[in-house]
């Protein structure tokens, strides 16, 4: 509980802010679409819920907090944030809407494993946490949530530098390779597949097996 309670919080910061940093530097395109920022803004908003609608350029029915993307990005509440619009169409990230879906899922789940945790350690400190039943059940229903925040994660990061297969260098079009065929593209694909998918299922195989044993008992008769 205490490993994952600092893990929480350090992916937060200052590895995720740094890594917020490094988009903002080098990839201001990425940014404004992880954010659904299609206009350059001072004292930029950021945005909590809402649908982005790429063709019409705006965020529906969004919930946002005011100024808070520019501190957060620059440490300053009036700093210019580059929107969509200072940036060459060819240049915006292919498939903004499942961009910025998969960066708000990350960002999201993140946010529920600190409180999670927070309230589980505290109730671990006061001893409290075995027989609270409902912060057992949310620690229960949290362990698919970090595999789909990690494949959010890398879905945010792929499409992100979209459409560039070395950013600002090399389009993923002029990626491809006239000496391999879309045969052996398939078969290594079909390879990773299996390989996660058998660890995947014996994964599954011994936490159902250890559900079956039960918790170790350490507890000493009383005499």
Known sequence: ??????????????????????????????LAAME????????????IVG??????????????????LSFLTYYRWSAEVKGLDAFPRDEWPDNIPLLYYS?????????????????CSFLLFR??????????????????????????????AELGRQPWLVYGIMRTAQGS????????????LLGFLGLYFVMGALFLVLVIRRLHVGPDDDRQPVR
């Open 177 to 188: 390779s006239p000496t391999v065929s879309a045969g052996n593209s398939l078969f290594t």
């Open 127 to 156: 001893k409290k946490l075995f027989s609270t039943r409902w912060a057992l059940w949310a620690l229960l229903l949290s362990v698919p949530f970090p595999y789909i925040a990690n494949t959010a994660g890398w879905m945010t």
């Open 103 to 119: 960066y708000h899922i990350m960002v999201g789940l993140g946010t529920v494993f600190i409180a999670v945790l927070m309230v």
């Open 51 to 68: 649908q982005p609608d790429v063709q019409n350029r705006k965020i529906d029915n969004p919930l946002h907090v005011p100024k808070l």
């Open 1 to 30: 509980m205490i490993v994952g309670l600092f893990a929480s919080v350090f992916e937060l910061f200052p590895s995720g802010d740094g890594q917020g940093r490094n988009v903002v530097l080098h990839q201001p395109a990425t």
């Open 36 to 47: 659904g920022l299609f206009e350059t803004r001072q004292g930029a908003p950021l945005i």
